[in-house]
């Protein structure tokens, strides 16, 4: 399984997924499941796949060859537009589909994945894409700035409550970990280290790129401090007052 | 869909349960999921209910009739222990899946329901189970307190971090309410009002029983509360030291 988490922030976007793959309960590995392309100046893109990972990792591949697309071969460094982009990352989806599909169908493996395409070319605005597993995706909008791909319940609800296109990098930044640490906490296929990056609107280079181990001081500080101001919270709500003693 | 959710505390039994059903999105419907038996300094038992309403109203009608076990027929009212009784439980969910099984499964419905049982019978400990649709079943521990049928996901992670077998009723009160938030929020098929139970162990009657509506002053209260702690919480939470400016 896998967490993955995107946000579409006035300031930019944070995207962060964790790293755990599981072929059944006892064939448990660690691999990135961000992808990203820099061209500073001109753009970034960043990748991030939940699902089936010979397929994610595939629909990869293509992309770094290139993919035809109306008589030319185009790659994420070479797409003229980020909604360009997330066609292109569709593209490569229905190629893989159609040379392993099949295969895949027969064996009864279901052709599962999906996808959160960020960042920002030279001349567009900065974007978020979610591409299904048939290739066509939707876009992260001001009324909700966020998408999820893989085990996304156990951390929604903190992004439902707090979250809104407003709100300034470093606190999304906060909000996609407790995000993420809910997640960790309830579900052992989702799993640590995990993946960040930051972009900032119109820098056009990635503004941070870092891997969160489990001994990252920040990240254990977030982990302690959500833990103890949830308990601190509850406890400080009034009983009812309709409870019989 | 649904949301159930059931704590075992030393102090006693919670249980909680969300009236939503819907047999799409344009047929949605109040429905009770809790159902109770009490004979007060004797016996009290609740059942909550998720999944196919059909299937769901039936057991509790083959229960209310009787189910035959090793030669007698027992209702909840007549089954001597609450080991028993869950077994009683999972026989009528057996005879519904026997008579109605086959029927659903020639209109591709599939026999989709879980249980959750909770109670005490004089002579006998306080216990809490749930029994999946073959009739099966597992019971909460005091390693693991809470047991969830349903949607449950959004509510988990609060439960996870916060519940203890220790917790007071009081406070676990206050954690159902906040896990039944936090899946309002984010499923719209799990709605208001709920119904609320509490017992308290080797009283042998219900303490409380209340259904609890939108306009609940204490459930607004603490669903407004709730979201302003978390906010809180995490704008109080320090910024990364590696985030650059």
């Given at each position: 399984m896998t967490y993955c988490v995107g946000l579409y922030l006035r300031e930019g976007l944070v995207m962060l997924s964790d790293t755990r793959t599981n072929a059944g309960v006892d064939n448990i590995s660690t691999f990135g499941k961000m992808q990203v392309e820099e061209v500073p100046g001109e753009r970034v893109l960043a990748m991030l796949s939940a699902g089936n990972l010979a397929i994610t990792q595939t629909v990869w591949n293509h992309l770094q060859e290139g993919v035809w697309v109306g008589g030319e071969k185009l790659t994420l460094r070479t797409v003229p537009s980020m909604f360009r982009a997330a066609q292109l990352v569709g593209q490569a989806v229905r190629e893989v589909f159609a040379a392993d599909g099949p295969a895949l169908s027969a064996q009864g493996v279901s052709f599962d994945i999906s996808l959160m395409l960020g960042g920002q070319i030279a001349g567009g605005p900065s974007r978020l894409f979610l591409i299904y597993s048939a290739g066509n995706f939707i876009e992260a909008t001001i009324d909700t700035p966020f998408l999820q791909i893989g085990e996304h319940k156990y951390g929604k609800p903190i992004l439902d409550r707090a979250l809104e296109y407003g709100t300034p990098i470093a606190d999304g930044v906060k909000l996609v970990l407790v995000s993420m640490d809910s997640t960790l906490r309830s579900n052992l296929t989702v799993g640590l280290p995990i993946d960040l990056l930051i972009y900032r609107t119109d820098?056009?280079?990635?503004?941070l790129r870092r891997r969160l181990t489990e001994d990252d001081p920040y990240f254990r500080m977030v982990r302690e401090r959500w833990s103890a101001a949830l308990r601190e919270a509850y406890l400080r709500l009034p009983p009812p007052d309709w409870l019989p003693a």
């Open positions: 820098s056009l280079e990635v503004g």
